[in-house]
């Protein structure tokens, strides 16, 4: 039983700026003086905003530990999806082939582009909860000695599940293959350093973990890989060495600028750095989570995955089996009370996520939990807990 009393007796403070936060994997909730440097307008060919675009590449480059200059940073117009379209168009010849490490949307999705690009690639699907794993990624490889390249999902979004990268880079590099990562939703708060972590080409977005705003993303890569990737891309506003070769000669983008965006960028990047680059961004989400999802467990919510798993980006929580619970209603309650929640994006069971990433720290966590404790009675649902068949599906295939 929920102690309705104890939740129902206060009400909650309003957000900053009367806005809900999102407890989204992104766009999220950003810092007021992160939406403070959009009040400006660029020149995309001024000197100011090219200096912008170099200090930001800098610092990009800065968070992968690159001490030797081996690494360039290669921002690109577009949404996350551009850049990994951008970095299997730019980095795997035409007559390459890609093992695709999946274990929820975002690695089917690198599958299907490759099947866009009209490239040969093989599948590796784990499901929704099961990560990928250095030996049998290393078996694959063994059985396919076409394979060139390997894409792993750093961590899974759609199911919040973090990905054994290290692990991974280190079969790739054993059987002599290339390593391509989509670190969307972690660069920034989960280390991916060069100096740790084999890898050619890594991708992520502005709107993640650094906490900028939707409008561009950004390769980094081994500049051999850079030099190789010239005249390979099937697309010409998509082709990384073309954007790149640019950039390095007039210091400017190729085409049109999100020049607000980056304004914001550099903001978020400052902020980040204050925090304590990857290592303090990290663990102010960790600490996010776990306030959120002890107190969620508390109410009787059950999460998809095992803690080994769990990231500190976004967690997956089973919807209740109560009858009264329907996650539209669910989620309109939670917005009143000022919290954007997402739907699950699994395959089988029914869920919705919360995400830990964005300006909020562990009080709004527990606010979140208050809020959804709230929602429940208002719902007159009087146990969070998971239908029976969920928790066998998830005893089945999570073995
Ligand atoms: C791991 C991962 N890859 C790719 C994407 C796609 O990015 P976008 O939605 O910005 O195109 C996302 C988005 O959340 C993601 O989390």
Not at 144 to 167: F, K, W, Y
Request: one cysteine or more; glycine letters at 8%.
């Amino acid at each position: 039983m929920l102690a309705e009393t104890k939740f129902a007796a206060e009400p909650l403070a309003k957000p900053a700026l009367g806005e809900p936060y999102l407890l989204t994997p992104g766009p999220l909730t950003t810092a007021y003086s992160v939406k403070q440097a959009m009040l400006r307008d660029w020149g995309s060919w001024d000197g100011d905003f090219r200096a912008m675009t170099a200090d930001m590449r800098r610092r990009l480059l800065a968070l992968t530990g690159d001490a030797k200059g081996e690494f360039d940073c290669v921002p690109m117009q577009g949404s996350g999806s551009f850049c990994v379209e951008a970095m299997l168009g730019s980095f795997v010849p035409g007559d390459g082939k890609v093992l695709v490490l999946a274990n929820g949307a975002y690695g089917l999705r690198a599958a299907q582009t490759m099947q866009y690009l009209g490239r040969a690639y093989t599948l590796i699907d784990k499901g929704d909860y099961l990560p990928p794993r250095g030996d049998e990624v290393a078996a694959a490889l063994d059985a396919d000695p076409a394979i060139t390249h390997v894409i792993a999902i750093h961590c899974e979004t759609s199911s919040g599940i973090l990905n054994p990268v290290a692990e991974i880079a280190e079969a790739v590099h054993a059987k002599g293959r290339k390593l391509l990562v989509d670190s969307m939703s972690a660069f920034g708060a989960i280390a991916l350093d060069v100096n740790e972590i084999r890898y050619e080409a890594m991708v992520s977005s502005a709107n993640k973990c650094i906490e900028g705003v939707p409008g561009f993303g950004f390769i980094i890569a081994r500049k051999t890989e850079l030099e190789a990737a010239k005249g390979r891309s099937h697309s010409l506003s998509l082709d990384v060495h073309a954007q790149w070769a640019h950039m390095n000669k007039s210091g400017q983008w190729r085409y049109t600028p999100p020049t607000h965006v980056v304004a914001a960028f550099l903001e978020a990047l400052r902020q980040h750095e204050a925090e304590g680059g990857v290592a303090g961004r990290g663990a102010r989400y960790t600490r996010n989570r776990d306030v959120m999802v002890a107190g969620m467990r508390e109410l009787g919510f059950e999460t998809l995955l095992k803690d080994r798993w769990l990231s500190p980006i976004i967690v997956t929580f089973f919807n209740p089996a109560h009858p009264n619970f329907t996650f539209d209603r669910f989620y309109e309650l939670m917005k009143d009370k000022g919290f954007i929640i997402y739907p699950g994006k699994l395959t089988v069971v029914d869920s919705f996520r919360v995400g830990c990433i964005g300006q909020m720290d562990e009080h709004v966590m527990r606010r979140v939990v208050e809020a959804a404790a709230l929602s429940l009675h208002e719902m007159g649902v009087d146990t969070a807990a998971p239908p029976a068949a969920a928790i066998a599906e998830r005893a089945k295939l999570a073995a």
